[in-house]
């Protein structure tokens, strides 16, 4: 089976940094992906990793560490509209994909 | 027009009804997904389709069933409706992934369903 595991809750403060991590357990491994979610809004990709190292997307970076079975999410320049729920996913075969249980973040002024 | 319309966006019925919850795309995608969101329980997935004729289970299948209507139509039933469905489901599509790259999965925006 598949399990991954990030942290429930993460407070920041606008214009710091967060990371956001993500460890899993798979059987098989394809990549790592990120999904952005607003309070009653539907999930929205933000990147994917499929080889070791970081990704860079303007504010946003994925990093991910195959031997580790571990990636975070960093997010740069925190603005209040980043407060959301973040998924990581594991795609662990073909067109399969499990979905972490989500990370709160607050951004605080 | 969102390219994955969700119906109903919200639905309140009794225990025992069936419900249909459906889903169209406009995007082209083959791929075609139902999941359940719970609080703390994430997105969980109940079936998947890879094109008309292909439709597997998800990790929650009992209690649900799908139809694949077309390529572009992709419905959710609820034979008969128990209070711990109450969730938030959430249709998705994708293109192929080929090989180690990936396709994102594109989401429609949820319906909201009560089971009284």
């Known amino acids: 089976g598949q399990s991954l595991e990030q942290p429930s809750e993460v407070t920041a403060v606008e214009g710091a940094i967060v990371q956001i991590n993500c460890t899993y357990q798979?059987?098989?491994?394809?990549?790592l992906s990120w999904y952005q979610q607003h309070d009653g809004g539907a999930p929205t990709f933000l990147s994917y990793?499929?080889?070791?190292g970081l990704e860079e997307t303007g504010r946003f970076s994925s990093f991910l560490s195959r031997s580790d079975s571990y990636g975070y999410l960093l997010l740069q320049e925190l603005q209040m509209k980043d407060s959301a729920s973040y998924f990581c996913?594991?795609?662990?075969?073909?067109?399969?994909?499990?979905f972490g249980t989500g990370t709160k973040l607050q951004v605080i002024p | 027009d969102a390219d994955v319309t969700q119906t109903p966006r919200n639905r309140i019925t009794k225990t025992g009804k069936r419900i249909m919850l459906e889903c169209s795309q406009t995007?082209?995608?083959?791929?075609m997904y139902w999941y359940r969101q719970d609080p703390g329980l994430g997105l969980r997935l109940i079936y998947y389709?890879?094109?008309?004729?292909?439709?597997n289970k998800g990790e929650i299948s009992d209690g649900y069933s799908v139809s694949r209507q077309a390529q572009a139509k992709f419905s959710l039933s609820l034979e008969s409706a128990i209070p711990n469905q109450t969730a938030l489901y959430f249709c998705?599509?994708?293109?192929?992934?080929?090989?180690?790259?990936?396709?994102?999965?594109?989401f429609g925006d949820g319906t909201r369903l009560s089971i009284l």
């Open positions: 998705a599509t994708s293109a192929r992934d080929g090989g180690y790259s990936n396709q994102p999965q594109h």
């Open positions: 798979t059987s098989g491994f394809y990549g």
């Open positions: 990793n499929a080889l070791d």
């Open positions: 996913a594991v795609r662990v075969g073909y067109q399969k994909v499990t």
């Open positions: 995007k082209g995608h083959d791929r």
């Open positions: 389709s890879f094109d008309v004729k292909d439709i």
